[in-house]
């Protein structure tokens, strides 16, 4: 309760001051009914929808003053963003379940998957993606395989990037913190005619933590580089556009040790070198929408997807680990060094059929293809890859002044995991234009990643030696969710007030537990498969979206999870509690206050607890020029390590300033 207690005392404050000041350059809702794309992938009423939605719109992400795009699911119900191993290896989860390389969520970027099929992850420090550019977040909390296929399993998370007719001019981003953190931004747009067009680039450093458990300095910072070019020609009836994007990930990983005594003997490798994790990825998209009727749109989409990482090790084994891994005879120890290799591409390819069939139904249908390869000697021993194809058909029916009924189902094929039906159906009753109770049950499945059915682990060393390896034997079965859940939504246009709650019901068959090691060290062993447990999930989430006449903003999420499972690893990575809590606050024309508090109850068995808060100040430069210069600060407010023992800051805050330039 103390928790709700600070929410209400801040909120009431912003309350208070509200109508006190005055700024016209803060966007607010307008008074028409919000708009949301993703559940069934067409235009609804917010009021419409069935699913639980989260909308994180423009104005909010310009406001909240966060650096990269992941860190704003933060203000999701339910969901947490954390730094596991490495400060490039950030995971954002929902329902937890794991740690370290999430795969539960469907992740897409402009309709393009960035979920990774090899190890199964979302690689958001990788991803050629500006926070500067993104329009809007629209996270549908619960599967959504029907409109998004194999994957989409517990959440899925839509991020929409901004038109070059919304950047058009010049603008400059810098931060630099304390902690030695820094990120650069510019971007330019155009607009030739019916053409128009942007070009981003950022580059940022990331320091990560100081120290583990036992006092010694960390090695986990990353460097990146990114740009991205979007191009688009809009008509009358007509929608191109052409996204191309790449990026440079230099992170540095903390040295691995390769000790373990059997049978009397001490077998004994460490790094010598500070390994650094180098990875190199780039995107081509093309879209075309065409509206061949007043009512029938056609849209065709393709794009093309590759990542190629490469981690270099130098070690150091002693003679009886090196004799037995690589079938050798050295009398004493060797140094040696191999190389961590993964390259992943895709290409997928979709067409799809909006009709308006009458003033009630609408049914978007979809066919869609799609090649997944993966190439790594480390992991296995070549070149694996997969095929899926998917046929999709989801409804709309206005049933009558009240009642709204979605419902849809995907047909999926994949050549490694076989053929899947995932349903979904929710029906929607309508107190008014902007309030609705709503009912959805729905099916989703996540088939395994190419790495639990084709591992081939193994070390290659640069002088050609292969060690034994670890395999995938019979693999992994396939996880099914069933998910039921009602929610009340209402929106207040007079107030600029949207309320939301969600209480759900989550069956989960076969959930994945088996631990992927490398255990190959004394001879050919096969990965540990087929640990897997049924759980059933319980909870409630509450959102709420305040909008002031003045300019003010608040925004406060909450979420209770009960996970029924006696297994203690799933429980600790399953916070029971969520809580965040953001404000902005304009205290005059050019100055104003913002900040958020966000809470964790038990992630990893202890509280997480943080609070940011910064003073901005912006001035005209002339025309449509601006400027916006600021000073903040970040405190925890706990004492305990991130996740793991060996997440340790040596400060528990830090300041911060940073500056945008538009002109």
């Avoid at 402009?110 to 629209?138: F, K």
């Avoid at 395989?145 to 517990?154: H, K, R, V, W």
């Avoid at 065409?290 to 981690?311: C, M, P």
Wanted: proline residues 3%; glycine residues 6%.
């Amino acid at each position: 309760m103390q928790h709700f207690s600070l929410v209400l005392c801040l909120l009431v404050s912003v309350s208070a001051k509200a109508d006190m000041f005055s700024l016209d350059e803060y966007d607010t809702f307008s008074d028409s009914i919000p708009v949301v794309v993703t559940p069934s992938k067409i235009s609804q009423p917010r009021a419409d929808v069935s699913s639980s939605l989260s909308v994180l719109d423009g104005d909010f992400i310009r406001r909240i003053n966060m650096q990269y795009v992941e860190d704003l699911l933060q203000f999701v119900p339910g969901f947490t963003v954390v730094s596991y191993t490495s400060s490039s290896q950030k995971s954002a989860s929902y329902h937890g379940t794991e740690y370290t390389g999430y795969r539960r969520i469907q992740v897409l970027v402009n309709g393009r998957s960035v979920y990774s099929a090899g190890l199964a992850r979302v690689e958001w420090a990788m991803l050629p993606l500006n926070i500067e550019d993104i329009a809007r977040v629209e996270v549908n909390r619960g599967p959504n395989a029907a409109s998004y296929g194999l994957n989409s399993f517990f959440a899925v998370v839509n991020i929409i990037t901004r038109s070059p007719l919304e950047t058009l001019g010049n603008s400059i981003s810098a931060y630099a913190g304390t902690q030695g953190d820094y990120r650069l931004y510019g971007q330019h747009s155009g607009l030739n005619g019916n053409w128009s067009y942007r070009a981003s680039a950022s580059t940022n450093s990331v320091e990560g933590y100081d120290t583990d458990f036992y006092g010694d300095e960390r090695n986990d910072g990353h460097r990146s580089e990114m740009g991205n070019v979007f191009i688009q020609h809009e008509t009358s009836t007509s929608v191109f556009d052409l996204d191309i994007g790449a990026s440079y990930v230099n992170a540095n990983e903390d040295p691995d040790s390769y000790e373990f005594r059997y049978a009397g003997v001490d077998y004994e490798g460490y790094d010598t070198n500070d390994p650094v994790n180098e990875v190199e990825r780039e995107h081509i998209k093309l879209g075309l929408a065409k509206q061949v009727t007043s009512n029938h749109e056609l849209k065709l989409q393709y794009y093309y997807d590759q990542s190629d990482a490469n981690e270099l090790h130098d070690v150091y084994l002693n003679a009886s680990l090196f004799n037995v891994i690589f079938a050798a005879s050295e009398v004493d120890g060797v140094n040696k060094s191999f190389v961590v290799d993964l390259r992943e591409t895709r290409h997928d390819i979709e067409l799809q059929s909006t009709l308006e069939a009458s003033d009630k139904l609408r049914v978007i249908s979809a066919l869609g293809y799609r090649y997944d390869e993966v190439e790594s000697e480390h992991y296995f021993g070549g070149t694996v890859n997969d095929e899926i194809s998917r046929l999709s058909s989801n409804m709309e029916y206005r049933a009558s002044k009240n009642w709204v009924i979605n419902t849809g189902a995907m047909l999926e094929h994949s050549k490694m995991a076989g053929t899947f039906l995932s349903p979904k159906f929710g029906a929607t009753y309508k107190l008014s234009e902007h309030e609705s109770i709503r009912m959805n049950a729905s099916r989703a499945v996540r088939t395994p990643d190419l790495s639990d059915q084709y591992f081939n682990w193994r070390y290659v060393l640069t002088t050609g030696e292969s060690s034994s390896t670890t395999y995938a034997d019979e693999g992994e079965e396939e996880e099914i969710v069933t998910s039921y859940e009602v929610g009340y939504f209402h929106y207040w246009p007079s107030q600029d007030l949207s309320f939301d709650v969600r209480l759900y019901h989550d069956e989960v068959e076969g959930l994945v537990l088996s631990r992927k090691h490398f255990t190959g060290f004394l001879e050919d062993t096969p990965v540990e498969e087929g640990v897997t447990e049924d759980i059933d999930i319980n909870g409630i989430e509450v959102e709420l979206d305040w909008r002031f006449d003045s300019g003010a903003m608040t925004r406060f999420t909450y979420a209770y999870q009960d996970t029924q499972t006696e297994r203690n690893r799933l429980l600790e990575t399953t916070p029971p509690i969520l809580i965040s809590f953001f404000y902005s606050l304009p205290l005059s024309e050019k100055w104003s206050y913002q900040g958020y508090y966000w809470y964790g109850k038990e992630l990893a068995n202890k509280d997480y607890e943080f609070f940011n808060t910064w003073l901005s100040y912006q001035t005209s430069l002339g025309g449509y020029s601006k400027a916006t210069v600021g000073i903040g600060l970040e405190t925890r407010l706990d004492n305990n390590p991130l996740i793991s023992r060996h997440n340790n800051y040596d400060e528990d805050s830090y300041a911060y300033v940073f500056t945008n330039i538009t002109f």
